[in-house]
């Protein structure tokens, strides 16, 4: 059997140096919650309305700032008063592709600015170390953290073996800034790495573009990874508090059996 394959959350902070990584092990194992909220809404209204009325049951806010149509900088300093009030993170899912230049440009100016209220961001390695490089130079003075993507949750996708590997060769050279990583599993032995899975539902199987579902106990149980990203399944249903309160008892349940410990009865 794996050996990180019980640790807990919060043992897992210890093994990271992260002071983002450790916050949130942290605050997942205080509010029993490893489920993340892809907001995926185009105006700041419902986006703000989202993180407030679901912000007791998510660890994680997950944006892309880039689709809101009325867009302006009162609302990344908003987002993070939700996130203060709620205990959440936020993590803008921008997945910088580009060369280091370029990408410290789309992290710190333009509209967004996002190195100046996401907590979290995820980048490709596809370009090489340069990409890590340009983020880090400005993201971790200010104890920000980098997700890589190792792999997608779409059918047909380009993600081999060796790709994974030289991903996670990446993590190795820059754990001061990268945190773990998207992909559909664990990947890496260390466990300071925390891995968020997209593609997550109860619901369904497939959407009709492509993306792939699994379910949260396949995820956190069985795939071994740490945070379910769960969209449209929850924001796009009639009672979205009810349904996220659903999916973070199924999150937390799979965690718990992963860690051998029995199923809690109670119904916070
Ligand atoms: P959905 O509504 O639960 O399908 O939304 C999934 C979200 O996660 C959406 O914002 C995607 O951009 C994001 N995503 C993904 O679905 N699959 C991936 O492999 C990665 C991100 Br990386």
């Known amino acids: 059997m794996n050996v990180s394959k019980n640790l807990s959350y919060q043992q897992r902070a210890q093994y990271t140096h992260h002071p983002l990584a450790q916050r949130l092990f942290h ?19 419902e986006l703000l309305t989202l993180a407030d009325q679901l912000g007791s049951q998510i660890c994680i806010l997950k944006t892309h700032i880039d689709i809101i149509e009325d867009f302006d900088s009162s609302l990344p300093k908003q987002l993070q008063e939700l996130a203060c009030k709620h205990q959440f993170l936020l993590f803008e899912d921008r997945k910088f592709a580009d060369i280091g230049n370029t990408v410290q440009l789309q992290y710190t100016a333009g509209i967004y600015k996002i190195v100046d209220w996401a907590d979290i ?24 953290g980098l997700l890589l993507l190792a ?33 559909q599993r664990k ?3 260390d466990p300071a790495f925390i891995y968020l899975t997209p593609g997550v539902s109860m619901a369904q199987a497939q959407d009709k573009l492509g993306q792939g579902y699994l379910h949260p106990h396949t995820v956190i149980a069985e795939n071994l990874s740490d945070v379910i990203i769960v969209g449209r399944s929850i924001y796009q249903q009639e009672s979205p508090f009810l349904v996220a309160q659903h999916y973070r008892k199924a999150g937390w349940a799979a965690y718990l059996e992963r860690c051998g410990k029995l199923i809690e009865t109670s119904s916070d």
């Open 151 to 183: 792999e997608m949750s779409s059918a047909g996708n380009f993600f081999n073996a060796e790709y994974i590997q030289a991903t996670l060769d990446l993590a190795m050279q820059n754990k001061d800034f990268v945190i773990g990583f998207i992909a």
């Open 121 to 144: 961001i995820n980048a490709h390695g596809l370009p090489g170390p340069g990409i890590v490089q340009g983020l880090k130079a400005a993201g971790v003075k200010k104890h920000r």
């Open 27 to 45: 605050l997942m194992n205080d509010k029993k919650t490893n489920l993340a909220l892809s907001a995926d809404v185009t105006t700041k209204d």
């Open 187 to 189: 990947l890496h032995a």
